[in-house]
């Protein structure tokens, strides 16, 4: 069973993250700390995140995007506190 949501947060993603196993990389963080949300490719050669649960997971998640996996370069992140939604699993988006 699921604990229900206590954080959200979206997130964008700058840099060299595109074509560098960065949402695959993403989802295997987020299912490690047991955080639910979403992660995908944007037109801009951006990534965009959604991270929902615990507190601390949450944080350490956006934590994790400033740097990602070993082969991005990240520049920058942009960070979106949002209100819960209620995400109970993790998915990559195309």
Do not use: K, Y
Not at 31 to 49: I, K, P
Not at 58 to 71: I, K, L, N, Q, T
Request: proline fraction near 5%.
């Amino acid at each position: 069973m699921t604990s229900p949501a206590t954080d959200r947060a979206r997130v964008v993603i700058h840099g060299q993250v595109q074509g560098v196993f960065f949402r695959d990389a993403c989802s295997e963080e987020a299912a490690s700390r047991g955080v639910s949300g979403w992660v995908r490719n944007t037109a801009e050669d951006t990534v965009e995140a959604v991270f929902e649960g615990d507190a601390d997971a949450v944080a350490h998640m956006v934590e994790w995007c400033h740097s990602g996996p070993p082969r991005a370069h990240v520049t920058d992140v942009d960070l979106h506190p949002e209100e819960p939604d209620g995400l109970t699993d993790f998915s990559v988006r195309e």
